[in-house]
């Protein structure tokens, strides 16, 4: 029976798929499913070592992309330890998700749109605002946001900007509060949708939906702030004319980028209707019914037994297919 360890720690909602109590639904999804899970919560590199080299399992899933203390934010780390990725790597582990050194440009959110840029895939224009440096001379309105972090952290109904004196108002946000770049990008007016890519190989599938939101819920702009995700806020609907180009230029950002076994790509329509990847999720959240991809495999595979069966066979078919990459079934 193949076993898979599970880590999550204190970072685990703002880093991956969630935090403990939702850990313990996808090891009882893995359970369900004809395999084992063992749960690590880490909260300091020891602890991540020791799991990895005390328990026996055949595959590694973290929700963490690096040990963190810190319940709400991800930044890129203090610069000094490894990834857990990189550890993976390095000792030849087999988990599950992207490499090293895709997880990292996936949270170096510049670095994401310039590799999908130089790939061809539709992405905003965007510019890195360091700490001190000068503001660039951009059209509006535009969107200001932190560049290492997920989940809309850091986006509030302050992110658009309208003009010159907003940008400063904004940018200087994003330095005082999360220490880290800001980058601001080309506003998009349009409809968000997200792509949901499952597997790899003749495993790998495309699951598109259309974003919906109350709009009651919005500001001036329909935009997702940080307090509307993970809350039930969101929902996730069938696409339509949309289908098919989704579904091409997510293909195109996961080549480009290297995506292995469950990442999202969310994109929304520009102000001429085409659209652009706003940002690709390295870890996808895995709540039951509220998370995004539970939604979307619901959609498209319902089952007689309902959206906690439909769970189920989400995770195993994540499960299933990174075994499968490293020839373990």
């Known amino acids: 029976m193949k076993k898979i360890l599970l880590i999550t720690g ?133 969107f200001v946001k932190p560049s290492f972090e997920s989940r809309s952290v850091g986006i509030n109904d302050n992110s658009v900007v309208e003009n010159r004196q907003a940008l400063e108002k904004q940018v200087a946000f994003i330095h005082k509060e999360f220490d880290q770049p800001a980058l601001v990008e080309e506003y998009l007016p349009g409809q968000e949708y997200t792509v949901l890519m499952l597997g790899n190989g003749r495993l790998q599938e495309f699951l598109p939906g259309k974003v919906e939101v109350d709009a009651s819920l919005f500001g001036k702009y329909p935009i ?41 790509a969310d994109m929304r329509l520009d102000a001429k209707g085409q659209l652009k990847i706003i940002e690709v999720n390295g870890i996808p959240g895995l709540k039951p019914v509220k998370s995004w991809s539970p939604q979307m495999f619901t959609l498209h595979h319902p089952s007689a037994g309902g959206p906690m069966e439909d769970y189920r066979q989400l995770v195993d078919h994540i499960v299933t297919s990174a075994l499968t990459r490293y020839n373990l079934i």
């Not at 004809?34 to 026996?56: C, L, N, Q, R, Y």
């Not at 039930?232 to 996961?254: C, D, H, W, Y």
Request: net charge negative; hydrophobic share 40%; with cysteine.
């Open 10 to 142: 204190p970072a685990g909602d703002a880093q991956g798929w969630g935090d403990l109590s939702v850990t313990q639904e996808i090891a009882a999804a893995i359970k369900g499913s004809g395999k084992d899970a063992e749960i690590a919560f880490v909260s300091t590199m020891d602890e991540f070592f020791t799991a990895i080299e005390t328990k026996k399992f055949d595959l590694a899933w973290s929700a963490l992309y690096h040990i963190s203390g810190k319940s709400e934010t991800i930044g890129m780390g203090n610069g000094d330890e490894k990834w857990l990725a990189d550890i993976f790597d390095d000792r030849k582990i087999p988990y599950i998700g992207p490499n090293a050194a895709t997880m990292k440009a996936l949270i170096h959110k510049t670095a994401t749109h310039e590799i999908m840029d130089a790939h061809g895939v539709p992405v905003p224009y965007h510019y890195q605002i360091e700490q001190g440096a000068p503001l660039p001379e951009i059209a509006f309105p535009a």
């Open 224 to 264: 997702l702030r940080a307090d509307l995700r993970g809350v039930g806020a969101t929902k996730i609907t069938p696409t339509s004319t949309t289908t098919n180009e989704a579904i091409k230029v997510t293909r195109k950002a996961m080549e480009a980028l290297n995506c292995l076994d469950h990442v999202r």
